[in-house]
């Protein structure tokens, strides 16, 4: 399983930020912009990769502070 932050719609309202594979989320915020600048710095920090998902929890973009292979494969 990859290291990654998810920012997730939370359930009871507003955003969580999410681990791969945690039951329980790392942080709520109110507003989704909140949410993904707080996962952006846990990302860089772990060199993982930021995963955020739309308010229907579908995914909307990916961003990687890790360990890229460069050029990439394939």
């Known amino acids: 399983m990859t290291k990654a932050q998810n920012v997730v719609p939370a359930h009871q309202g507003g955003w ?40 229907h929890g579908r995914l909307q973009q990916k961003d990687s502070h890790g360990n890229d292979p460069f050029p990439p494969k394939g």
Do not use: C, P, S
Not at 16 to 31: L, P, V
Not at 44 to 52: D, M, P, S, W
């Open 16 to 55: 969580n930020i999410k681990r791969n594979g945690a039951q329980r989320a790392t942080k709520h915020f109110d507003t989704k912009v909140e949410a993904v600048n707080a996962a952006r710095k846990i990302a860089r920090n772990q060199g993982a990769e930021l995963v955020i998902h739309d308010r």
